[in-house]
């Protein structure tokens, strides 16, 4: 059943490369065809027809993964040199170049995630190439869309000019990046979960705590940030520790309530077995809970990795000097700069996306003896 869904693509791709030979690629232009580009369209349609035979023929083979690789990109790429000519007015047989590299690189990744789970680095690097060409074709086609209808680019801007936005913007990227992430984020995510973790120890040894103080954690992790962070900006100033004192509020208690979960988790006969041994309160704690509260811990840290960077943004909006993320965002939207705003966008998402990825790293190496791990 997988291959037949497998194989459906490339004779689709098939009806696709014969409209993209013999239709028009420019409305306004009959006469423009591919085969008219010369060797760059000739070249495009070669690839093209030797991927869909690769991909019927040679299913599952590294020849067809190169040949697939090649066909869709140089396609994409064809596209989008061709985007300058064809705004506002492209014909069918661009949308037919289009719709036919984004077939074959749909059969890219189904042939890649075909093929047999690995171990080792091999394994490592094929996990990553997959959501990495969902990504790139995501950009592809939003840069295709949006010159090719000639979307206003105060409502979303292309790829490439906040591509070129990032470039030239570096220095003041740096710095927003270093005031936003590197002070208020780090400093508010270590206190946060720091403190989370060592009251829910306390509440765990203390039992009236675990009745009185979890209610109201609750209580307070539903407050609005929006709410918050104006309050913390005048208690601790316009500076990064007003802003981390919000990354603390937001990441404490998802914090605290987790690690006190995982505290409860471990079997009875397991706590049974440890008194047989006479074992303290402490040793029963780092020798069995603590481990076993482990993979709870950890979605913690992992929730509130993302949570920080969010809290961080927002508090910026109510008051901090002239440089962080969120001031950027606020300011810049109101100058009309959007691709500036979308720049900081894909600095926050890329920082979230690396933070996490960290601590979800620490916590493979950690929890390696966990079920969820073992398979």
């Given amino acids: 059943m997988t291959r037949a869904r497998g194989h459906i693509q490339p004779w689709i791709a098939l009806a696709g490369l014969i409209g993209m030979a013999v239709l028009p690629l420019d409305a306004a232009d009959p006469s423009l065809r591919l085969t008219g580009l010369g060797l760059p369209g000739l070249a495009v349609l070669a690839l093209v027809a030797l991927a869909i035979v690769a991909a019927i023929r040679m299913s599952r083979s590294v020849a067809a993964a190169v040949l697939l690789a090649l066909a869709a990109h140089g396609g994409a790429a064809l596209a989008i040199d061709l985007l300058p000519r064809l705004a506002g007015h ?24 075909e093929w047999p789970v ?13 959501p990495l060409l969902f990504g790139a074709w995501l950009l592809i086609l939003w840069q295709i869309v949006v010159v090719v209808f000639q979307v206003p680019f105060v409502l979303i801007p292309p790829p490439s000019a906040i591509g070129a936005r990032i470039a030239s913007s570096l220095p003041i990227l740096a710095a927003d990046f270093n005031q936003t992430f590197l002070k208020a984020v780090i400093a508010g995510y270590a206190i946060g979960c ?3 973790f060592l009251v829910a120890i306390l ?4 039992s009236f705590l675990k009745r009185g103080l ?10 609005p940030i929006v709410g918050v962070a104006p309050i913390m900006v005048m208690w601790f100033g316009f500076d990064w520790p007003s802003k981390a004192a919000v990354v603390v509020v937001s990441t404490f208690f ?5 690690t006190v979960v995982g505290l ?7 706590r049974d077995l440890m008194r047989t041994y006479a074992a303290s309160y402490w040793q029963t704690l780092f020798k069995l809970r603590l481990p076993e509260a482990l993979p709870f811990i950890f979605n913690a840290l992992k929730i509130n990795s993302t949570l920080a960077l969010i809290a961080a943004i927002v508090a910026e909006f109510f008051g901090t000097p002239i440089v962080g993320m969120g001031f950027r965002i606020s300011t810049e939207v109101g100058r009309m700069n959007i691709d500036m705003v979308w720049a900081e966008i894909a600095v926050a998402a890329l920082a979230g996306s690396a933070f996490y990825g960290v601590v979800a790293l620490i916590e493979r190496a950690a929890t390696f003896w966990h079920p969820s791990f073992r398979t």
């Fill in 254 to 258: 998802p914090m605290l309530v987790n």
């Fill in 203 to 206: 509440v765990d040894r203390v």
């Fill in 90 to 113: 492209a014909g069918s047989g661009f949308w037919m170049l289009v719709g036919t590299s984004w077939l074959l690189a749909w059969a890219l990744v189904t042939e890649l995630t």
């Fill in 194 to 196: 720091g403190s989370g």
């Fill in 264 to 270: 409860s988790a471990s079997q009875p006969i397991s």
């Fill in 118 to 130: 690995r171990k080792g680095i091999g394994g490592f690097l094929l996990s990553l190439v997959i």
């Fill in 214 to 223: 979890l209610p109201i954690g609750n209580l307070v992790s539903a407050l």
